[in-house]
């Protein structure tokens, strides 16, 4: 651990409909901080692709995701704690994102950022995200599911904590 880093945060992962914002705002809560929900950070036109169905490009993500990494920074260097939802479905990805921690070292996985991946099967997140769009509750569209579990990658060298989102909120707390 950077013992020198007063603060830390808690990034919550996994494709959409995993439920990192229900999760994210539960933790937040308990722990008496700050969440931040990463679909709040993305450009209009981003949201915009998303809900035509269209992937985002790298181009469109690492801006997004730097604007994160900042948000972050800047919280921890003022010692409080924060929980994001945000896929980071890529090891590069959350590379950017735990640059946050002004002590990291790249490649190293020891950062005042922890990763939780929320996890559940396929059909799973489908059924959420055809509930959520039915309702109209989210721009991005479930066509994009795929993509999203395409584009994940775990490394176990990253020491990700993974926990089972169908669990009951309860059981996650």
């Known amino acids: 651990m950077a013992s020198d880093q007063r603060g830390r945060a808690i990034v919550l992962m996994g494709v959409s409909g995993a439920g990192k914002s229900t999760i994210g705002k539960m933790l937040a809560k308990v722990l008496s901080c700050t969440f931040l929900d990463a679909d709040d950070f993305h450009p209009q036109s981003n949201k915009e692709k998303m809900t035509r169905g269209v992937p985002l490009s790298e181009e469109d993500r690492i801006p997004w995701l730097e604007v994160l990494r900042d948000t972050l920074r800047e919280s921890l260097i003022n010692g409080k704690i924060a929980v994001l939802g945000c896929s980071s479905l890529q090891k590069r990805y959350r590379e950017i994102l735990r ?8 490649g190293s996985y020891d950062s005042a950022l922890k990763f939780v991946l929320l996890d559940a099967a396929a059909e799973v997140i489908a059924a959420r995200l055809e509930k959520r ?26 020491g990700i904590f993974k926990v089972d989102a169908t669990l009951s909120l309860e059981e996650i707390e």
């Open 99 to 106: 640059c946050a921690d002004p002590n990291y070292k790249l």
């Open 133 to 158: 769009a039915a309702e109209g509750n989210h721009f991005m569209s479930a066509t994009l599911l795929q993509s999203q579990i395409n584009l994940l990658q775990i490394d176990d060298s990253e």
